[in-house]
């Protein structure tokens, strides 16, 4: 019983003098992760630091409430939207952005796992599209879409990056070990010369620990003490009972496969530039988003446009129909003209309905977007959105800037060429372990290791007189091993050869194929970038004109309907040539609108595809990592 308080008394010292430094070195790993998280994980800081890093982390609940300035804008049952507070509704609100804060935490969680000397999980940098605008789910897409073009061009570069192949990564946090066993063993003995007796009885107690850790330079060092106390029935032992215990510090180093810190420390690298890749895609992710939110509400702008167009048709077409009447009356014009007046006055308002609940499809889409709780809340489901931003297309064209400009501004500025580099120099990193894989492998190992031996004389008569320097309990044993008094050293070299190395080999040339399929996608991306851009610019251009003769279109028909009115007033046109005008003109007053949703579309995907979309709305990514907007809401017109 001795034996054992002296043995776990030693657990206790060894277990004080080692697990600090194991935690410290922990913490200390986990301090250079970089900008505080959107979500904190918090452990209760009054737990003892001893149990502290084996309890599970503790996340804030999901965000499930709206921001207040949604309420701000609602005033008598309507919400009053200008464009800026839709974009911070938006970097407030919208559930795709919300999903994506928690990227840039996973990737440090993921970093921390490398700095342990675990394999990294990776990130993902696939973004979330945005939400389709009503005039595809009414028209079946003749009208233009919420979502960003660009948002997804990088197929290359979407899904979970992380590394499997090459040489074995270190496991870098210490490890401490420690085992007691208690034993009895009865043996039959064939030969009695040696044990002195013919049933060997043995009673031991035996307490092992130590602690290994290994480093990036491919080294791998182990401290470690074996004790072991027995008391058996052997009248030849000259010891009995006796206590005997060891001491060995042992240290391999490998010197070809594995060997090297560039080599070891990829997944950290790796690890760290995906913390760089989960921003990147945090801040595709708000472009995306912004951009389809932009577009949501100039299709709602365009919206309530087409119903005041409508609800025109509509009144023109009533006053005809109330016209047509009173002259069958008084029997100028023969009654088919009414029935011809009636229908017309059907077909527009069945127009202006089909608007009407295409305005109100657009509505629920943006509140969808702009809100975490969607239509759950009455206020919000019931609230009318009313626009205060309107379409503005420039009386004269601007200075064009040159498409070699433009594509070097998306070249410096787009996310997603940063995050297709940084996949590039991971896949150049993991290449290190596959070439090393390739080496034999070859370590040096070493040890020293300290005995020592103590015990009381046989009390069951051994013929032979014990050495009194051997002679004591535990302490006696464990001073000769701080003496060093029978040490041992060993030192030697494990040499391994693959005959064919097939395995390594097949890695090492399926990274390098991936790494040259990287770098032609990464020049598929520029060139589809520069098309991106040129069309673009083309297509704003050709909005514009398209605006400029919707207008000229709308004028000259305002100018036809008001003539063939006077011609019907002096009787030298028909009802129908009359109808036949107003139709005209609600389509190309339907054709104006359109034009002016379709320049405000075009020139949203020139500043996403020349990546300014952020710089020109004013958007500040670190408001958008924390769903806090600075500005308070635009003020009511």
Known sequence: MKNIRESLALLCITLTLTVPASFAQQTAAQQPLGKPPAFTSNLDKKTSWLTRNYRPSEFAPIRSGNSNRLEQLLRAGSIYLSLQDAIAL?????????????????????????????????????????????????????????????????????????????????????????????????????????????????????????????????????????????????????????????????????????????????????????????????????????????????????????????????????????????????????????????????????????????????????????????????AIADARIIPTDQIRVPSADPSVTPVSELVNAALANRPEIEQTKLNLTNTKIGLQGSRSALLPSLDLTASATNNGLAGSPNSLGSINRADPYFLGDYGTAFNQLLRRNFPDYNVGFSFNVPIFNRAARADYANDTVKLRQQELQEVRQINSIRLEITNAVIALQQARARHESAVKSRRLQEQTLEAEQKKYALGSSTTFLVIQAQRDLATAQGVEVNALANYSRARTQMDVASGTLLQTNSISLDEALTGTVARGPTPLP
């Open 90 to 378: 938006t970097l407030e609100n919208n559930i795709d952005i919300e999903i994506q804060r928690y990227g840039p935490e996973l990737a440090r969680i993921d970093y921390t796992r490398a700095q342990a000397g675990g394999q990294i999980r990776g990130v993902t940098t696939t973004v979330t599209q945005g939400s389709n605008s009503a005039a595809n789910l009414v028209t079946g897409g003749t009208g233009g879409t919420g979502g960003s073009a660009n948002a997804n061009t990088n197929a290359g570069n979407t899904g979970t990056v992380f590394q499997v192949t090459g040489s074995t990564i270190p496991t870098l946090d210490p490890i401490f070990t420690s085992n007691y066993f208690h034993a009895k063993t009865t043996s039959p003995q064939t030969n009695s010369l040696f044990t002195g007796t013919t049933s060997l009885v043995v009673n031991s107690d035996s307490f092992n620990t130590g602690i290994q850790k290994q480093f990036l330079t491919g080294t791998t060092a182990a401290l470690t003490y074996n004790s072991t106390a027995a008391k058996s029935n052997s009248p030849n032992n000259v010891l009995n009972p006796f206590t005997s215990n060891n001491a060995r510090l042992q240290i391999q180093q490998r010197l070809l496969q594995g060997f090297g810190i560039a080599v070891n420390n990829r997944n950290i690298r790796v690890a760290k530039n995906n913390l760089k890749v989960s921003d990147l895609t945090f801040k595709l992710q708000i472009i995306t988003t912004v951009s389809s939110v932009i577009n949501l509400y100039w299709d709602l702008v365009g919206f309530n446009e087409d119903v005041k167009v409508k609800q025109k048709a509509v009144d023109v077409a009533a006053k005809l129909y109330t016209d047509q009447k009173k002259q069958v009356e008084i029997g100028t014009i023969a009654p088919i003209e009414v029935v011809r007046a009636e229908a017309e006055v059907a077909r527009t308002e069945q127009d202006l309905t089909v608007s009407q609940t295409q305005l109100l499809q657009q509505e629920a889409i943006i509140k969808n977007s702009l809100s975490r709780t969607g239509m759950a809340s009455p």
